[in-house]
């Protein structure tokens, strides 16, 4: 496995950073996971564009310009020869002092790794997947801007923990208002009545690169899409449920909390969108 770190490639057990870069001492940074398919990166310049939001929102200066950073994503991956894999492509703020002050870090540090990634087992995908809602509550927009992929994911990981921990193996997470926002991992989507609805972005969702995609696909089959403010009531009555990510890609859902959703199993409308994506991403 060779692993980029500023320009250079090193073997996994060679690929080390300073103890004392912040993206380690405090989670200062941001990061894209992005696919390749059959030796193509799926999306990347709509992820590329996200990573260089991400880090405008923090003030942090990504020190290569887009197109040279594509260039080096795609090095990587060649170099790694994996045909179907994973891109965890990573900017730490850097080395810097034990202090707060993220401006003592001079040169941010971008990281590029190349892997496999399988967040569910296979039969999921067929069987559908069991969800629960969970006492933590999604970032405010106020505080850590949900939009912004950064990598303090701590919030995420205490609601993956309470999930495992009720025995799913994924987490429905609420706002500050009880609405519904997102999962611990993944964007989340209903189908009601021949009507896809998802939560809005205002209500602390992480605009997803596979969700934007879902969105597209439906509008261009003329299936009526609402972006919302969603109740978990919204969820329960659903004919259909699913979740989406670049690392899940689309996932149904059959229970939420105890109820079933529709007759319990993965729905029409969820298996068209999947084998969409399939299409999508093999042509």
């Known amino acids: 496995m060779q692993i980029y770190i500023n320009g250079e490639f090193f ?10 870069d912040h993206g380690l001492l405090y989670g200062d940074g941001v990061f894209e996971g ?41 090095k990587t991956v060649h170099l790694n020869e994996m045909a179907d894999s ?24 971008i990281i590029i790794i190349v892997d496999k990634i399988a967040l569910y ?20 927009p106020e505080a850590v801007n949900p939009r912004i992929k950064s990598l ?9 923990i309470e999930a495992i921990n009720a025995g799913v193996e994924e987490a ?8 519904v926002s997102e999962c611990a991992g993944d964007n989340i989507f209903a189908i009601r009545k021949g009507v896809l609805i998802t939560p809005a972005i205002s209500m602390g969702v992480l605009e ?9 696909m439906a509008r261009k089959k003329g299936i009526e899409v609402k972006q919302i403010v969603m109740t978990r009531h919204d969820l329960f009555i659903a004919d259909e449920v699913f979740l989406t990510g670049s690392a899940a890609e689309i996932v149904p859902v059959i229970k939420i909390d105890g109820r079933v959703i529709g007759d319990g199993k993965p729905g029409k409308m969820t298996g068209d969108f999947i084998k969409e994506y399939h299409r999508l991403v093999n042509a």
Not at 36 to 49: G, Q, S
């Open 121 to 140: 087992p296979p039969e999921v995908y067929e069987k559908g997947l069991t969800l629960v809602t969970v006492a933590t509550q999604r970032n405010l």
């Open 11 to 20: 073997e996994k057990e060679d690929a080390k950073i300073s103890v004392f």
């Open 86 to 109: 994973y891109i965890r492509l990573i900017i730490t703020r850097g080395e810097g002092t034990l202090g707060l002050n993220p401006y003592t870090c001079k040169t941010p540090r």
């Open 152 to 160: 303090n994911y701590l919030n995420n990981i205490l609601a993956k």
């Open 208 to 216: 997803g690169i596979t969700r934007n995609v879902v969105i597209e």
């Open 34 to 74: 992005i696919r390749v398919y059959a030796n193509r990166v799926f999306k990347l310049d709509e992820h590329l564009e996200r990573l260089y939001e991400s880090a405008k929102a923090i003030d942090l200066t990504i020190p290569l310009p887009p197109e040279k950073l594509k260039e080096d994503v795609l």
């Open 172 to 179: 429905i997470m609420l706002n500050s208002f009880g609405l």
